[in-house]
Structures are given as structure tokens and as C-alpha cells.
T-cell receptor
Framework: QQPVQSPQAVILREGEDAVINCSSSKALYSVHWYRQKHGEAPVFLMILLKGGEQKGHEKISASFNEKKQQSSLYLTASQLSYSGTYFCGTEGNSGNTPLVFGKGTRLSVIA | NAGVTQTPKFQVLKTGQSMTLQCAQDMNHNSMYWYRQDPGMGLRLIYYSASEGTTDKGEVPNGYNVSRLNKREFSLRLESAAPSQTSVYFC?????????????FGPGTRLTVL
């Protein structure tokens, strides 16, 4: 089942923070976050595992809510290079299953 | 390492024509995937191959066939292209880390069906 991302789009000024949410109707095994710039392939940012462990980008963090049905991605002190579309990919029940991606959140960082 | 490569980068077809999209990875990954990306729809899984010799349907398999030729290569075939198959197609492969799979995407093939 496709996860729901919110917001659909957000505009930030350099240095501001942003939160992107990824919600599912079931508890998640893991959430993978990707960023895609226009005309390019998605690039892996980080993964949030069910135990709360995170692996990936230094300046980006994520968390689960209590039921592990929602993940939030935190972008702090945004830079112009953070602009792009952010996708979450989710695994349910167990690992080693194909990711199901949300529809994306378009982030624009302006000077 | 070239990572995941896809050919062609662009293609225009007429309705009813057939073609094969090629994908190869040089990272010795077991799993490979084909996605399509349409505006506002995110990435939708067409087919995947968990290992050499196996393939499984994803969310949107109708109108497509795949072949896992060997561990490196995973091709996607459109037998009779339709305008609804106009999309950007991404191939990906994944490696099993200690507790998760990390997925890498190719640069994409932009397909237009007239």
C-alpha cells in the first residue's frame, strides 16, 4: 500500500528547517528516504529502521511515531542544494521486500 | 564502477511498436527492479527480480515483460507500446546490508509513445 507523504510541496529560505512526513496504515519495518533533482535519478539519503537506528546522511535525521506508522524526515539549516523532490520508500512486516514509494514532497529552498 | 546503467536514455515509439529497455549493474547485487515514474505518481514498481533466475510482478506489470538474463542484466520489454506507457523508467539494484537493503537507481529512460 502506497505511503502518504505530506506536505506535497514546501518552500523554504536558506537556513530554515523543514519536516516531511510519510504515513502508512500499517506498522513499518523500515523507511528509506530519497531525494530526486529534476531530470535525475533518485539518490539514497538515509534509512530509518524499526528499532530507531538510522543510517545515511549526516545532516538529515528521521524518526518514527509511537505506532511506527509514520516517519518524519528532519532537514535542518536548509541549503540551496537541498531543493528537490523527496520520496519515502517503505517496507512492511519484514525486510527484503520491494520498497513502495510515496508520491513525493517537492522542496524548494530559496536564497 | 559504473553503478547501474540504462539504455537508451531517450526513445520515441509509435503505438503498437515493441522495444526492450536494457539495464545492467556492476556491483554484484542480487536484486534488481524496474519502476516507472509519472508526474505526481511517485515511483511505481513494475517487476523485480530477487535473484538471478527469478522474477515477480510489482504494482503495475500489465503490458510489460522482463528477463533476468544473468546476475548483471535485467531487461524490460514492451511488446505493443501504448500511449499510457509514456513515462520515465528507472532500473534499480539493491545490496543487502546487515539489517537493510540499500537501493541504487540508474539514470532513467525517457519513453514517449505516440
Amino acid at each position: 500500500q502506497q505511503p502518504v507523504q505530506s506536505p506535497q510541496a514546501v518552500i523554504l529560505r536558506e537556513g530554515e528547517d523543514a519536516v516531511i512526513n510519510c504515513s502508512s496504515s500499517k506498522a513499518l519495518y523500515s523507511v528509506h528516504w530519497y531525494r530526486q533533482k529534476h531530470g535525475e535519478a533518485p539518490v539514497f539519503l538515509m534509512i530509518l529502521l524499526k528499532g530507531g537506528e538510522q543510517k545515511g546522511h549526516e545532516k538529515i535525521s528521521a524518526s518514527f511515531n509511537e505506532k511506527k506508522q509514520q516517519s518524519s524526515l528532519y532537514l535542518t539549516a536548509s541549503q540551496l542544494s537541498y531543493s528537490g523532490t523527496y520520496f519515502c520508500g517503505t517496507e512492511g512486516n519484514s525486510g527484503n521486500t520491494p520498497l513502495v514509494f510515496g508520491k513525493g514532497t517537492r522542496l524548494s529552498v530559496i536564497a | 564502477n559504473a553503478g547501474v546503467t540504462q539504455t537508451p536514455k531517450f526513445q520515441v515509439l509509435k503505438t503498437g511498436q515493441s522495444m526492450t529497455l536494457q539495464c545492467a549493474q556492476d556491483m554484484n547485487h542480487n536484486s534488481m527492479y524496474w519502476y516507472r515514474q509519472d508526474p505526481g505518481m511517485g515511483l511505481r514498481l513494475i517487476y523485480y527480480s530477487a535473484s538471478e533466475g527469478t522474477t515477480d510482478k510489482g504494482e503495475v506489470p500489465n503490458g510489460y515483460n522482463v528477463s533476468r538474463l544473468n546476475k548483471r542484466e535485467f531487461s524490460l520489454r514492451l511488446e505493443s507500446a501504448a500511449p499510457s506507457q509514456t513515462s520515465v523508467y528507472f532500473c534499480a539494484s539493491s545490496v543487502a546490508r546487515a539489517s537493510y537493503n540499500e537501493q541504487f537507481f540508474g539514470p532513467g529512460t525517457r519513453l514517449t509513445v505516440l
